[in-house]
């Protein structure tokens, strides 16, 4: 009998991998076992540092408790947070999706191939959506670009440029696309004080927040307006997901964020935690009103107004569905800037108002998850302490382990931590990223530099990831990362020199090389991006390789069961039944009510 053969021709609209993507299982069981068995692994480390009999000298074994501990605690909160996790659209999520336009109404009738100027409905009721997108000196194709898929967010709304660079270019861009303009005189409380400016104009009951750089996909509001049928429910927050992974920096800026996003924002709805990060989200202005407004006393506004939202007891929401495409930095100066703002705004949290502490009326639950966030960034300077271990060994002779612990002994614990958690990083990014190791390993001065700045109260001037002024040269941000590779290549060199002189090779000779190459590897990034900084084709590769993610996102089909795609058919069977009945009747001709748009300020 002859087989049947396959000629692989399409049944939908989908391919295969479009359909693995829109089939993707976020909590699987593999998941979560890899979960639970690193869980165990991160355990047993832990016993293993914590054990008397193991103890070393004790400056370097101090330096290795210290640092992981830091880290044991955070992967042990990270392995709760995503055992925790647990999918949050539920039947009422999906019927208030289902019923965000009416087929019948007049406006959809009128513009039935128009969803941008269908009205948007919550419980029945029409509701008003303003779309803001903050500016503050980022080029001006770039911002042509977010303002354009801003208003092709289907979904009636208005789309407001809320310039803070006073831009007449940016001004004539919002009148040539027909957005609402909105310039301030100051820029007191940076990103924060533009929004609560922009509030007392844009009156709608919701708001979205766009950083320049961050095109939203047409799917924003029908995706994320559903959870407000619950009335606690402060914002939605989205993922940031990054198109211009085109060179070492913006990959490895980009797949640092990879497993917060997909994993440990999800878990922490089930804590009532998950926080705002300043970007494609969508607010609920009662919310906002009731605390007074976007806080704007910190460069990281977006967490202190999650966490007053949450001590006034709103909701919030964290869908992990890509919404929007954004730029992650691509120079080293873009992601010192970046990293340095975040971090500062984490130790502010720490040491203002540390979560355990504090008298905000938090759970427990949320004290824990805002304690894990504002002590996240001291596992960014934990490898800066790690690299000065093996150099104790090599020129004093002192070793943070006992003598008495086997090599297969300290491997099997040291992997059991190590080992598991690069395998649930493999896992999570589908292959390993070595652009995430060397990015975390060389920038710990940059979380050094933001600890140092918050303990002695100094202000960081503000920067925006996605603005270009004329890059400077990497090497103007990297000093410390410089100095500490020479430090480590004489480090090594002489524990070669001794190993050659014992015969015997030891580990922290072999430790020490590691972290030499690793640095070492980062500066030769820092030659090639000054060199691509030289030729000035950083700037268009970027633009390249987001313009390709886009098209990705855009061309992938559509569900059928998406509001819009339920009216278009729904549209489409009643004009085939129209035409049936009078053939020569168009769709349109039975509209009464024509769309008056309304005139842009």
């Known amino acids: 009998m002859a087989s049947l053969v396959h000629d692989y021709a399409s049944v939908d609209a989908f391919d295969d991998a479009t359909r693995r993507a829109a089939t993707r299982e976020t909590y699987s069981p593999v998941m979560i076992l890899l979960t639970t068995i ?78 941008t100027t269908w009205p948007l409905r919550l419980g029945g009721r029409i509701i008003d ?13 770039v911002i042509r670009r977010t303002a354009e898929a801003a208003m092709a967010v289907r979904g009636r709304h208005k789309t407001w440029i809320l310039d803070d660079g006073r831009s ?13 303009y909105v310039r301030r005189m100051s820029s007191s409380g940076a990103k924060a004080g533009n929004v609560n400016n922009a509030l007392t104009i844009a009156k709608g009951e919701f708001f979205v927040i766009l950083d320049a750089d961050f095109v939203p996909l ?35 800026a980009g797949y640092m964020q990879t497993m917060f996003y997909r ?187 933001a600890f140092f700045n918050v303990v002695i109260g100094r202000d960081q001037a503000w920067s925006v990831t996605g603005a270009k002024k004329g890059a400077a040269s990497p090497f103007n941000f990297i000093f410390v990362q410089v100095t500490t590779f020479v430090f480590l290549l004489a480090t090594t060199c002489v524990g070669v020199w001794r190993d050659l002189l014992n015969s015997q090779l030891t580990i922290a000779t072999v430790w020490c090389g590691i972290n030499t190459v690793i640095l070492g590897a980062f500066i030769l990034v820092a030659f090639d991006e000054a060199r691509s900084l030289r030729r000035g084709t950083a700037e268009a590769e970027a633009m390249d390789a987001k313009s390709v993610a886009l098209s990705e996102f855009l061309g992938a089909p559509e569900p059928r069961s998406t509001p819009y795609t339920r009216v278009r058919d729904e549209l489409a069977a009643r004009a085939v039944e129209l035409d049936e009945a009078a053939p020569s009747r168009a769709l349109n001709t039975y509209v009464t009510v024509p769309l008056v748009k309304e005139p842009v300020k």
Request: proline share 6%; glycine share 8%; charged share 15%.
């Open 38 to 115: 690193a869980t165990i692994g991160i355990l047993f480390y832990g016993w293993f540092l914590f054990s008397p009999g193991h103890r070393g000298d004790v400056l370097p074994w101090l330096l290795v408790i210290v640092s992981e501990t830091i880290l044991v605690m955070h992967a042990l909160a990270g392995m709760w947070t995503i055992l925790a996790g647990r999918e949050r659209r539920d039947w009422t999520y999906y019927a208030t999706r289902t019923a965000l336009y009416d087929p019948s109404d007049p406006r959809v009738l009128a513009n039935p191939d128009d969803p």
């Open 129 to 141: 959506v303003d779309v803001l997108i903050t500016v503050y000196g980022e080029p001006l194709d």
């Open 168 to 180: 007449d270019e940016v001004q004539a861009l919002a009148s040539e696309l027909g957005c609402r």
């Open 218 to 252: 047409p799917g924003l509001l029908e995706e994320t307006l559903p959870f407000f049928e619950d009335s606690t429910v402060a914002f939605v927050q989205t993922p940031q997901t990054y198109g211009n992974l085109h060179n070492f920096i913006s990959r490895g």
């Open 263 to 449: 994993f440990v924002q999800p878990g922490r709805n089930s804590f009532n935690a998950a926080f705002c990060v300043g970007t494609n989200v969508v607010f609920r202005r009662a919310a906002v009103d009731d605390i007074g407004g976007i806080y704007t006393d910190s460069k990281s506004e977006d967490v202190w107004t999650s966490l007053t939202l949450h001590g006034r007891g709103w909701r919030s929401i964290f869908l992990p569905v890509t919404l929007a495409i954004g730029d992650a930095p691509d120079t080293i100066e873009g992601y010192s800037k970046q990293q340095l703002r975040w971090a500062t705004g984490g130790f502010e949290i720490l040491f203002t108002s540390n979560p355990l502490i504090t008298r905000r009326r938090l759970s427990l639950d949320q004290r824990l998850m805002y304690f894990v966030t504002a002590t996240h960034y001291l596992t960014g300077i934990v490898p800066g302490l790690l690299l000065f271990v093996p150099a104790l060994e090599i020129f004093f002779d002192l070793r943070p382990v006992s003598m008495d612990i086997g090599i297969w002994q300290w491997f099997l614990a040291y992997s059991g931590f190590y080992l598991l958690q690069v395998v649930l990083a493999f896992f999570t990014l589908g292959s390993f990223r070595w652009e995430v190791l060397m990015l975390s390993a060389a920038s710990f001065p940059i979380y050094m530099l």
